[in-house]
T-cell receptor
Framework: DQQVKQNSPSLSVQEGRISILNCDYT??????FLWYKKYPAEGPTFLIS?????DKNEDGRFTVFLNKSAKHLSLHIVPSQPGDSAVYFC?????????FGGGTRLMVKP | NAGVMQNPRHLVRRRGQEARLRCSPM?????VYWYRQLPEEGLKFMVY????????ESGMPKERFSAEFPKEGPSILRIQQVVRGDSAAYFC?????????????FGQGTRLTVV
């Protein structure tokens, strides 16, 4: 049973527009969520996180929104740039480990 | 401050051989995690270690896989008698404390190919 789900395997966006990546989770026990970005043949790189005491966290072009009642979080990138093209994973802090979603491949077209 | 270092980057083994993957955490980090990524899938937790101790190995296959993090030296993920299904990217991550409310930093991974 997948506890963290990213239902869109891919997303294509025009440069300068907003990218919205979505993530759903099932377990309400844990209260810290993270987004990682991954380029091919490299390890995941931490992007931004959010604690459940907040519903929004912003860092430059990246904003993460948390909707606890819907068990849903989203990552907004605005404006999107071609260098943002990568696979994005959301992850739930699950005590001793991170539980990752399956990833969404973002392609930003020039 | 060097990041998490994994070696080798690529490893090819024949079926039945042993694979040893090494991970040196970031300086000052005493918590190490191993994850596996199968093709077209997300990362799956395998094991969490602190120096000389296995804290959580709930994601490790029961047979052929073992991990250690000795007092001196890197963490080692060992796979005995490899099979084709072991072909994957293996990532190591480290953190200064547990991942409770903090991020883990990942290495570049070891890509294991079993032929």
């Amino acid at each position: 049973d997948q506890q963290v789900k990213q239902n869109s395997p891919s997303l294509s966006v025009q440069e300068g527009r907003i990218s919205i990546l979505n993530c759903d989770y099932t377990n309400s026990m844990f209260d810290y969520f993270l987004w990682y970005k991954k380029y091919p043949a490299e390890g995941p790189t931490f992007l931004i996180s959010i604690s459940s005491i907040k519903d929004k966290n912003e860092d430059g072009r990246f904003t993460v929104f948390l909707n606890k009642s819907a068990k849903h979080l989203s990552l907004h990138i605005v404006p999107s740039q071609p260098g943002d093209s990568a696979v994005y994973f959301c992850a739930e802090n699950a005590g001793n480990m991170l539980t990752f979603g399956g990833g969404t491949r973002l392609m930003v077209k020039p | 401050n060097a990041g998490v270092m994994q070696n080798p980057r690529h490893l090819v083994r024949r079926r039945g051989q042993e694979a040893r993957l090494r991970c040196s955490p970031m300086k000052g980090h005493s918590h190490v995690y191993w994850y596996r990524q199968l093709p077209e899938e997300g990362l799956k937790f395998m094991v969490y270690l602190q120096k000389e101790n296995i804290i959580d190995e709930s994601g490790m296959p029961k047979e052929r896989f073992s991990a250690e993090f000795p007092k001196e030296g890197p963490s080692i993920l060992r796979i005995q008698q490899v099979v084709r299904g072991d072909s994957a990217a293996y990532f190591c991550a480290s953190s200064p404390s547990g991942t409770r409310n903090t991020e883990a930093f990942f290495g570049q991974g070891t890509r294991l190919t079993v032929v």
